[in-house]
């Protein structure tokens, strides 16, 4: 297959390594998508732990010597920096693997670039190791929905204004990469990500809000999608909850996200970025509770993969 997705952490907020979270898993966010030869991780959770084990495996089998392996290459792009979304990179082991390539996009904030961004959060305060003594090639840009990012059938990245991108001559091979950015969700808003190849389309997003009646902007961005990966940390229960409401947290509820994708005729739909106190016997229930839905939607769960 051209066009794959595998859900490599679905767990919102932080890690939930129990016993009770094991069939749909503890990680936090990190999509792997495998579009013709080119490896795309949504986000850095701490489920890119294990993506990178597996990488790093295959990579030490591809040869005896370091020059004779297969190098290891990937584009990262980042929703935004919150920590549960970045919070596996510093782990991520082929960045210490001197031959690994990484192209790694994601959002500025207002007063900082990512690169610095992540150098602080991550590696200068918070890791023995800083981000410039890691031994693999990091290229970090910067990334925005006033971008619009091509990769080439060399895997070269090409990163346009989006207002350019009509008079931009695009090859059959070519992979599309735009972003909608959602201001619902505190403090710097969270980029959802689009992923086009030839007739296929994967829309990813996480820590995302919805408004009342809709957010019709992000509605056409997602219209007639073949997949949709939305968030839906919360039962409408517990978003309206009188004690402890979350409204104004920046995520949505299943009821969201069925409502998105109805509108905007997704073909399938995968909730994700659950709430780490949601056990597997809770999101069994609620798989139970939406059962006679019209959309087709599904449960996202570790290690699940489905193709385009």
Not at 86 to 93: D, N, R, T
Request: net charge negative; proline share 4%.
């Amino acid at each position: 297959m051209e066009f794959k997705v595998k859900f490599r952490g679905i767990r919102g907020s932080y890690p939930t390594p129990k016993s009770t979270h094991l069939k749909y898993g503890g990680n936090t966010a990190c999509v792997e998508v495998n579009v013709r030869n080119r490896l795309i991780i949504l986000d850095a959770g701490t489920g890119i732990i294990e993506l990178g084990e597996n990488l790093t495996r295959e990579h030490i089998l591809s040869g005896n010597t370091i020059d004779e392996r297969k190098p290891i290459c990937a584009t990262i792009i980042l929703s935004h920096i919150h920590q549960d979304h970045i919070q596996g990179l510093p782990f991520f082991s082929p960045a210490f693997i001197k031959t690994t390539n990484l192209e790694i996009f994601g959002p500025d904030t207002n007063k900082e670039k990512l690169k610095d961004n992540l150098s602080t959060l991550l590696f200068d305060k918070g890791f023995p190791v800083s981000l410039d003594e890691i031994q693999g090639k990091l290229n970090i840009c910067s990334f925005s929905q006033k971008n619009t990012l091509i990769i080439k059938e060399n895997n070269e990245h090409i990163l346009i204004n989006a207002a350019d991108f009509n008079n931009y001559q695009t090859d059959e091979e070519d992979i599309i990469i735009t972003a909608y950015k959602t201001t619902a969700h505190p403090k710097n808003g969270c980029l959802c990500i689009k992923i086009c190849y030839k007739d296929k389309v994967l829309v990813y997003a996480t820590d995302k809000e919805c408004y009342v009646g809709s957010d019709k902007k992000f509605i056409e961005f997602a219209y007639g999608c073949d997949v949709l990966i939305h968030d839906a940390q919360y039962t409408h229960q517990d978003y309206i909850s009188p004690v402890m409401p979350k409204q104004g947290y920046g995520h949505s509820t299943f009821n969201m996200a069925i409502e998105t994708a109805k509108l905007a005729e997704a073909k399938k739909l995968y909730f994700f970025h659950y709430d780490p106190n949601y056990d597997d016997n809770i999101l069994d229930m609620l798989d139970k509770d939406f059962s006679n839905m019209t959309v087709d939607f599904n449960f996202s769960k570790e290690n699940l993969e489905i193709a385009l």
